[in-house]
């Protein structure tokens, strides 16, 4: 079974920076992308901030691009956002996702979610 776990949510002023962490643990033969959401509201959709793919393309959201990095870290099996400049409106519980993750080379392909960390930006 595969862990996610976010941590580096918190409390900032704008036009701070927080760095958030997404680390995965389990037996894990390949993953496909690894995408940050933030949900604003538990009603509303979660939208796709970032994401890092395979050979490690990266895509932003508009609304973050010049702002936020996504990164990762193979050796510690984590991924990395790195927020700059961060605005209220920022403000959401940022989600990690594993995608595509496989336990063998032809298994299935599934998806997991971690539980989300909390970032607040005051203005």
């Known amino acids: 079974q595969v862990r996610v776990v976010e941590s580096g949510g918190g409390l900032v002023q704008a036009g701070g920076s927080l760095r958030l962490s997404c680390a995965a643990s389990?037996?894990?033969?390949?993953?496909?992308?690894v995408g940050w959401y933030r949900q604003e509201q538990p009603e509303k959709q979660r939208d796709v901030v970032a994401?890092?793919?395979?050979?490690?393309?990266?895509k932003y959201a508009d609304s973050v691009k010049g702002r936020f990095t996504i990164a990762r870290d193979n050796a510690k099996n984590t991924v990395y956002l790195q927020m700059n400049n961060l605005k209220p409106e920022d403000t959401a519980v940022y989600f990690c996702k594993l995608e595509g993750v496989k336990y063998s080379a032809s298994g299935f392909d599934y998806d997991y979610w971690g539980r989300g960390t909390l970032v607040t930006v005051s203005s």
């Open positions: 994401a890092i793919i395979r050979g490690n393309t990266t």
């Open positions: 389990g037996d894990i033969f390949s993953v496909n992308a």
